[in-house]
């Protein structure tokens, strides 16, 4: 199963559990491999996603994906969001780890998407472990930030630690969508989780299979965790 399919399938069991939002890891579909990311960049109005904003439009859905795209300066770490019947958007990293400079340039605005009348404040893996980023998201008066990733233990080990310290200091719920598997140099070791806005770890995945958490931010209660069954994909 490619990556995108793979997107799909995991949309379907979001859909399946009446989610009306899904986000994926740090470059979720090219996987997490800098010294590609120039021949992979695209951008918002690339054909291959149109099945995207399909889906999106029939199941009432907002969808993020995780994507290298291109800009006048260079490639960008990015998230491009689809919801239902509006303009795409696309989110650049905008703080970026030193070992990204050779590959990447910085974004230079931070979006804020409103769904049912929360706002979501994205946040792309290195910056979300940047303070200054989640005192920018809450100036923006976000309820949820929004951490796409892709880490290795170390780096979950680190999130552990900051996402519910910043939870509770600035009252948001925080999501980490973290992948699996080989990135880079790195083993990516999933473990995507959820923390309230008091700070408190709601529900978590394993470290070794695909799967999503469906929380409802308004209530601040855990719907549903599921994990992808890929043999019947």
């Known amino acids: 199963m490619n990556n995108i399919e793979k997107h799909k399938a995991l949309i379907s069991l979001a859909i399946s559990g009446q989610a009306t939002a899904i986000f994926f890891p740090e470059l979720s579909v090219t996987g997490y491999e800098p010294e590609l990311a120039k021949d992979l960049a695209t951008d918002q109005h690339d054909l291959r996603f149109d099945d995207f904003q399909h889906i999106s439009d029939k199941h009432l859905i907002t969808i993020g994906?995780?994507?290298?795209?291109?800009s006048i300066s260079?490639?960008?770490?990015?998230m491009i969001i689809f919801q239902p019947n509006q303009s795409r958007q696309t989110y650049s990293k905008?703080?970026?780890?030193?070992d990204e400079f050779p590959y990447f340039v910085g974004g230079h605005e931070q979006i804020i998407l409103t769904l049912d009348g929360i706002k979501i404040?994205?946040?792309i893996c290195y910056e979300s472990l940047q303070i200054e980023h989640a005192e920018l998201a809450n100036k923006l008066r976000a309820d949820?930030?929004?951490?796409s990733v892709a880490k290795s233990?170390?780096?979950?080990?680190?999130?552990?630690?900051?996402?519910?310290?910043i939870a509770k200091t600035y009252s948001m719920t925080v999501l980490m969508a973290n992948c699996i598997g080989p990135c880079?140099?790195?083993?990516?070791?999933?473990?995507?989780?959820v923390w309230n806005n008091q700070g408190h770890l709601v529900d978590q995945l394993n470290d070794t299979t695909e799967g999503i958490i469906i929380f409802d931010s308004e209530t601040q209660t855990l719907i549903k965790k599921q994990y992808l069954d890929v043999s019947n994909c």
């Open 144 to 147: 949820v930030y929004l951490a």
């Open 121 to 123: 404040a994205p946040a």
């Open 153 to 165: 233990q170390n780096g979950v080990g680190k999130a552990m630690s900051h996402y519910p310290h």
């Open 184 to 193: 880079d140099n790195f083993e990516s070791v999933g473990q995507s989780a």
């Open 65 to 70: 994906i995780g994507v290298p795209t291109r």
């Open 74 to 78: 260079g490639s960008l770490i990015s």
């Open 94 to 98: 905008q703080k970026l780890h030193v």
